[in-house]
């Protein structure tokens, strides 16, 4: 299978180059195509010909995009219709990554697939219609992946930031009130890659099982590394003061997914002790875990 990944370097985008070994890979990073560019798009695809698109390239700073929506318009929006109109014209399959943001958060059960879509800020708003663009770009031939929390080797993540601030500080302050499934991104990638080989045409939910709070995400991360997870404590998304709303309950049903007969992915808590070892050793090694945070200092995340 040929296979083009834009967005190559970043955090799914580098899973999958790894996912697809054994197949005929173009990998895209930011440097060698900017999808923002309609020109570049078409004649990269084209040059490429690829059977299979997939598109992990994207500007994910959800508080970035608040305050630069231009840029989300220009890389989220504009970025996957130029990469879905040159996937059409090269008759390729298209792989849309896309994100749980696009709901408000108001459910207390799983969004379903085919749910309204009535994203908070800026970042949810360019996704929702990045999705648009994709599908009627590139119609019968595109696949929109949902997914949530997101974490890997490659990158900023929630993991990766949580063993740095266990390092440095005594007391962490993490959000409780918001819920969701986290996601390793080697899982996610390869199930597009088994996506990729079905080309099944639609919308698809795809996270770890199970569902959590940032806060008790974090706790999990402290324990399953050896910290005493009472260090973690609940704080609220109020208090947090960031410039972007969160939806309070963002967990994605995935029943599209397993009524196209693709396997679940394993459950969140397997899924982190599995990616820890490496991702703590990364981070370890350029932390001192003597560090000391300064009086009344007590860092926040969600």
């Given at each position: 299978m040929r296979v083009l990944v834009t967005g190559a370097a970043g955090q799914v985008g580098s899973d999958l180059v790894t996912a697809l070994t054994g197949?005929?890979?173009i990998a895209c990073?930011?440097?060698d195509l900017d999808v923002g560019d309609d020109d570049a798009c078409r004649r990269t695809i084209l040059a490429a010909r690829p059977e299979v698109v997939i598109h992990a390239a994207a500007y994910t700073d959800v508080d970035g995009?608040?305050?630069h929506?231009?840029?989300a318009w220009r890389d989220n929006v504009l970025g996957s219709r130029n990469v879905a109109r040159a996937a059409h014209e090269a008759?390729?399959?298209l792989i849309a990554i896309s994100s749980d943001y696009v709901f408000?958060?108001?459910?207390s059960e799983p969004y379903g697939e085919h749910a309204p879509v009535a994203p908070l800020g800026a970042y949810g708003r360019s996704k929702a219609a990045g999705e648009g663009m994709a599908l009627d770009a590139n119609p019968g031939a595109t696949a929109i992946v949902r997914s949530s929390w997101i974490y890997g080797r490659v990158g900023k993540n929630?993991?990766?930031t949580m063993l740095g601030l266990a390092a440095e500080r005594e007391v962490v302050e993490v959000v409780d009130d918001q819920t969701g499934s986290p996601t390793c991104s080697a899982d996610l990638a390869r199930a597009l890659v088994r996506l990729a080989s079905a080309r099944r045409a639609g919308i698809y939910h795809v996270t770890n099982a199970g569902s959590t709070t940032w806060f008790g995400f974090a706790r999990e991360i402290f324990a399953a590394v050896g910290y005493d997870p009472e260090r973690v404590r609940p704080t609220t998304t109020a208090a947090l003061g960031r410039p972007a709303p969160r939806p309070a309950y963002?967990?994605?049903?995935?029943?599209s997914w397993r009524l196209a007969g693709m396997p679940p992915l394993p459950h969140w808590r397997d899924a982190l002790r599995v990616a820890l070892p490496e991702m703590f050793a990364e981070v370890s090694g350029r932390r001192s875990p003597r560090a000391t945070r300064p009086a009344g200092d007590r860092p926040r995340a969600d």
């Open positions: 197949h005929e890979v990073a930011r440097a995009c608040e305050l929506p231009e840029r008759g390729a399959f408000d958060g108001a459910a929630f993991v990766k963002s967990v994605l049903g995935n029943r």
